[in-house]
């Protein structure tokens, strides 16, 4: 099977945005949910030529019936409707980087899911960017006209994870600099109170 070509951003973008209610559906497991998250999943990797596994797919049954696991779930069901673009299911992608789209429904995901909610999809260019991109990725693709070098590069831009991390570095610089603070305003004022004690 020949590749389809890969279509510009903002066509991926549009996908993304007009998104089918289906795909944005309460998961099965929480309130008023009905959408089997892992049939999903296993629809989209067969047809990407890369079936799951029962052990892959029990990745997609709800854990529990938290926010963050519900969040987690959204996230994979915006996935799967990326790699459902037809650049990628007529193109076989799937097929030729099935463990490293596995990686990115069951790891990436998760890992995204922590820190951004899937909400933000539909108000940000930059998560939809982000999700298109790691999509994109996992399947070895880059957008035309983007070398894989610049591809990686913008995702850097607009990786959320990467982003979490640096605010994290950053809070945590502050932290230990406002108790570095805090210990000399300690010891300036004993050394004062022991200066005036001694006068």
């Known amino acids: 099977m020949s590749a389809a070509p890969v279509p510009p951003l903002a066509e991926w973008l549009r996908w993304v945005a007009e998104m089918p209610a289906a795909f944005r559906s309460e998961p099965e497991g929480f ?27 029990d990745a997609f049954t709800p854990a529990d019936g938290s926010a963050r696991e519900r969040n987690r779930l959204a996230w994979a069901m915006a996935a799967a409707h990326v790699l459902w673009h037809p650049a990628l299911r007529e193109g076989g992608a799937g097929a030729r980087a099935k463990a490293r789209v596995r990686r990115l429904l069951v790891e990436e995901l998760a890992a995204l899911s922590a820190v951004v909610p899937a909400d933000s999809l539909l108000a940000e260019d930059e998560r939809r960017e982000e999700l298109v991109r790691r999509a994109l990725r996992a399947c070895g693709l880059s957008l035309p006209g983007e070398s894989r070098e610049e591809a990686e590069d913008r995702l850097k831009q607009v990786d959320s994870l990467e982003r979490h991390k640096v605010l994290a570095a950053a809070a945590e610089r502050e932290r230990r600099s406002r108790e570095v603070r805090e210990a000399m305003a300690k010891k300036a004022a004993a050394e004062a109170a022991a200066k005036a004690s001694r006068e």
């Open 31 to 57: 309130p008023g949910g009905r959408v089997r998250v892992r049939a999903v999943v296993a629809d989209v990797l067969e047809t990407l030529g890369a079936p799951a596994d029962a052990a892959l797919l």
